[in-house]
Every structure is written in C-alpha cells, then in structure tokens.
C-alpha cells in the first residue's frame, strides 16, 4: 500500500482511517465546502479538532452554536481558527462562505470539554535556519490538556528549503528519548500547480517510499523518518495531525545526518 493519498476532485478532498492505514489512532479528512453547504458528524469514541483551512464556518456541538470559525482566504495567510471537541458529540459544521474543513481524529478516553482555540492565541515559531527554516503554528500542541491523544499543528515552508529535516521519527514509545506517533501530512502548495517531495523511510528500509506530493495530498507516516522538500519557486504548507498511547512529542533525529545540527 503506497503511503501517498491522493486528492480528490468534489466536497471529499481525502480521508485516511485507522481501518485504512492499517493503524489504531489517527484520522484525517478535508472537506469543500460551499457557502450555506453543511457536514454533519458524531465523534462517538473519537475526539475531533477541527481546523478551518480557508473560508469561515459556524460549527454547532449538541444545540450551542460556535459562530464565525476561520478568517482565511490562503492557508499561506496567518494562522487558522479551530474547535476542539470531545467524544459523545453531535456537530453540525455549516459554511457561511465557501470554506476547506480539516477533522482531526483520535480515539476519546473522557473527561474534556469543547474548546474554541482562536488563531490569534496560537503559539507561532521559527524553527531551523538558512535553507532549513519554516514556519510552525501550534494548533493543539502537547502542553495544552485539552485533548487525550490529538497534536496538530500546521507548517509553512519556503520554497528552496527542506522541513521536518534533519530527518527525524518517534515510532518507539520509550520517553524522554522517542515515542510512538502516528502521522499524517496535509499538503497545500503555493502557487497551487506546484508539487513537493517527501521521503518516508526506517533504519532497516523495510519502508522507503519517495512520494511527489501535489496540492491536497495527505502522507501517511505509520513509524520511520520523513523528510519534506519543497522545490525553488513553490511555498509548502502541512497541517500535521499527530496520536499515539499517549501525547508527548518527542523524536529521534536520523543518526546519519544529525551532524548538521552540531555547532560550527
């Protein structure tokens, strides 16, 4: 199974399921939605974030209304708008303008509430330099508590420059060295007819798959290391969706190129 979800054209750009990706937590889809256009969901036993790419929605949770989600034409324009909700949930998602929706899914332990979590209050970050530099916006990151399994976070990286690089995984739960995250990578380029690279691959290359990633594809990252590049000219962007037993990010860097980060 090729680890490249390709997009689609319609109101269902892509999913990836636990059942689909051969693994136990986390799920993906992005939605189009037209202006007055609705999607209606339960979270049963899975908790949700949802993440308002572009455009602007009014999500209802069980009867309480969350009004005026997302203000962004470009996912290259600022950060997003999103909602937490946990398990048990009716949600109504409705388009006041056209709008592109990502539901972030793990499974749900109990005990949280929903959470609105507004662009302006998300923590922003450079991260790497020179020709590794991007741009990192925590949308529900690990030292918020809000969530049981769920990390997300979106990543804009310049055309020319590489990301998630030095290739890193966290595949093994055994913190504080690595643990064990599943992942998945939304794809936007800019401008749109562009493309990227990707490479997933693990220290005995029992996976190594190169992918060439268009606009709206997803990467499926089930354990291993996994590099971005985004070619001269073309802006990358990723919204990461993260989950595993527990919900501590840490990773272990590719021993063969962690010598770039050693101080020159």
């Known amino acids: 199974m090729s680890l490249l979800v390709k997009a689609r054209a319609g109101r269902e750009i892509c999913e990836v399921t636990p059942a689909s990706a051969g693994w136990k937590h986390v799920g993906f889809k992005a939605l189009r939605l037209a202006a007055g256009e609705r999607d209606s969901l339960a979270t049963d036993a899975r908790e949700l974030c949802i993440v308002v790419l572009t455009g602007t929605v009014d999500v209802q949770v ?43 899914t793990a499974p749900y332990k109990g005990g949280h509430v929903v959470k609105r979590i507004d662009g302006s209050a998300m923590r922003r970050s450079v991260r790497g330099a020179g020709s590794n530099t991007r741009y990192v916006c925590d949308i529900l990151p690990q030292d918020d508590p809000s969530a049981d399994h769920l990390l997300v976070v979106e990543v804009i990286t310049p055309g020319g420059n590489s990301s998630s690089y030095p290739p890193h995984k966290h595949d093994r739960d055994v913190p504080p060295e690595e643990t064990l995250l599943e992942e998945t990578y939304y794809h936007r380029i800019n401008p749109p007819q562009g493309f990227a690279f990707q490479r997933v691959y693990t220290d005995d290359r029992s996976i190594d798959e190169s992918c060439a990633v268009e606009d709206h594809d997803v990467v499926m990252v089930p354990k291993g290391y996994h590099p971005c590049v985004a070619p001269h000219g073309y802006d990358l962007y990723y919204l990461n969706v993260m989950a595993g037993p527990g919900r501590l990010w840490h990773f272990k860097n590719d021993p063969a190129h962690e010598w770039m980060l050693k101080p020159t």
């Open 62 to 104: 069980d009867g309480a209304v969350h009004a005026g989600l997302g203000r962004r034409d470009s996912v290259f324009d600022g950060p997003p708008d999103a909602l937490y909700v946990p398990g048990g949930k009716a949600v109504e998602i409705v388009a006041s303008r056209a709008a592109e929706v990502a539901l972030c």
